[in-house]
């Protein structure tokens, strides 16, 4: 008989509108057995010998879930130096050079989380500065977002690029070492196939411990791509089911047979329809306010787009796409709305990633055709706001309509939370503290709805809401305990709440020491 574990003695939130809270729950095995009364739960762990668990006034919730970890990326953290809070190109080079003087020659030096909105100069190293610090060694930084490079001319080699690939940048008709679109998406290929397995698997098995962490108890993750790589994909396969977290596998492929294969019953995620804002390359229809020049890029032509969508639609999976800028969420919605106009079907939950800086017309759209959005609350909350890169590269009008939750939400939009990690840090509760503290006011939701996002929302995205999401009899036991309740903590306060524990299937997968 399975073991029966009983909770009792704190706040429990269920999720389930139906019934917000209860005094008690039983979990028999990996499943919630049933919501009871105290009295009815303490008397069932007597009877079957169960074991109590006094919460103490402790909160108990459906585990977290994060709809937008890169698992491979974040994982890296365990392997390169961290660059993200340096504060000048001197700095940079120090800190490369310090990790090239303590590896062999030939050794890859690997950076990450390269911001160069936050550097003095606002501009990266160059190749011929990263040549003079580690003239032997090949460099491979990554910014924050991933979506660009710089390599200095040793890397450049050893990654075999051709001088004629698009992406690759200049300055005064010499190669200045940063890459972007195809050479980036080669570059980055090409490096990641140089981990072996054992490294492949650390880094994963470092971001599902980090994610138990912070209450999660299941990631969609996305993986593949041109953002890392497809050999990623057979191991987090092999390996998902020793893991910690419950992985829902968005691969970031083109290939709709491989997918197939894989037994996949979804694809994409981050197939890239633009960019981001911190490098200019998210798609709006007017120029950056920090660089006339550019208005960001398409990837894919209009007609691709709706291939995609047309060949997963018609196989019945579900696809998603990243799109932050508002050319790019147009594109996406205007193919899906031509496939769907051909193919009618109530219940596909085609899915945009981000939906950063869309159109009022187009978030009405997005609720009409039934898409649903994975969106990163803690974006505008870290790096949007009066003086900060949003503001900087948009201008305050443009930058202001940024991750408008509280649209989102009132157009009746099944809108799930995450973090992309490891762009902002993989942690819902900032996520919800985000939510509801964003730079402007008219953008905020309530802390349920905020719960919501990070919970019952984004499991109905994925297609768990059955299984996960909510505290109700029958689905899994996949449990968070808070110190406080999120309902009746301070606004201001959400984010300085602390996880206790975390369950995943009546198994304890984290306890704060």
């Not at 729950?25 to 057995?33: F, P």
């Not at 201008?395 to 490891?422: H, Q």
């Not at 499991?459 to 899994?476: C, N, P, V």
């Amino acid at each position: 008989m399975d073991k029966t574990m009983g909770f009792v003695n704190g706040t429990i939130l269920t999720m389930d509108p139906a019934l917000p809270a209860c005094e008690g729950i039983l979990v028999r095995g990996d499943t919630i057995a049933a919501r009871a009364s105290r009295d009815q739960v303490l008397e069932i762990c007597r009877k079957e010998e169960g074991e109590i668990y006094d919460l103490a006034g402790a909160t108990l919730l459906p585990g977290f879930h994060d709809c937008h970890v890169h698992m491979m990326g974040t994982g890296l953290n365990a392997l390169g130096i961290d660059l993200y809070d340096c504060s000048s190109v001197k700095e940079v080079l120090a800190r490369v050079a310090e990790a090239a003087a303590a590896s062999p020659p030939d050794h890859w030096v690997f950076g990450k989380r390269l911001d160069e909105s936050r550097l003095a100069e606002g501009r990266p190293p160059t190749m011929a500065e990263l040549d003079r610090i580690a003239p032997h060694h090949p460099v491979y930084l990554v910014d924050r977002g991933w979506h660009y490079t710089i390599v200095n001319s040793r890397a450049f080699r050893r990654l075999e690029l051709s001088p004629a690939l698009p992406g690759i940048r200049r300055t005064a008709g010499e190669i200045n070492g940063r890459l972007h679109e195809k050479a980036n998406a080669l570059a980055k290929r090409r490096f990641f196939n140089t981990l072996d397995q054992a490294q492949r698997e650390t880094a994963f098995r470092f971001t599902a411990t980090e994610a138990v962490k912070k209450g999660i108890t299941t990631i969609h993750a996305m993986e593949g791509g041109i953002l890392f790589a497809d050999s990623d994909i057979p191991d987090l396969l092999n390996l998902k089911e020793q893991l910690p977290v419950r992985v829902i596998l968005y691969w970031a492929t083109e290939n709709l047979e491989a997918v197939k294969k894989a037994g996949l019953p979804r694809m994409g995620g981050d197939i890239l329809l633009d960019g981001s804002i911190g490098s200019r390359t998210a798609a709006f229809p007017e120029p950056y306010s920090d660089d006339p020049t550019t208005s960001g890029v398409l990837y894919y032509s209009n007609q691709r787009v709706r291939e995609l969508i047309e060949n997963a639609h018609r196989e019945g999976l579900q696809i998603a796409f990243h799109a932050i800028g508002e050319k790019a969420i147009t594109q996406a919605l205007d193919c899906f709305e031509a496939v769907l106009a051909r193919y009618p079907k109530t219940d596909h939950r085609h899915r945009i990633e981000h939906f950063g800086f869309p159109a009022r017309r187009d978030i009405e759209r997005a609720a009409r055709l039934g898409i649903v959005i994975s969106t990163q609350p803690s974006f505008t909350y870290l790096r949007g706001g009066p003086g900060t890169v949003y503001n900087t590269r948009l201008g305050t009008e443009r930058e202001r309509r940024g991750y408008p939750l509280r649209a989102f939400l009132d157009a009746g939009i099944v809108v799930g939370g995450g973090s992309d990690s490891d762009v902002t840090p993989m942690d819902p509760l900032l996520g919800i503290h985000a939510a509801v503290n964003p730079p402007y006011p008219e953008n905020k939701v309530t802390v349920e709805e905020a719960l919501a996002m990070f919970t019952r929302e984004a499991a109905k995205i994925a297609f768990q809401e059955h299984q996960t999401g909510t505290i109700e009899e029958g689905k899994l036991a996949d449990l968070v305990i808070l110190d406080h309740n999120p309902l009746l903590t301070e606004a201001a306060s959400l984010k300085d709440i602390t996880v206790l524990a975390t369950m995943k299937g009546g198994k304890w997968v984290y306890k704060k020491e």
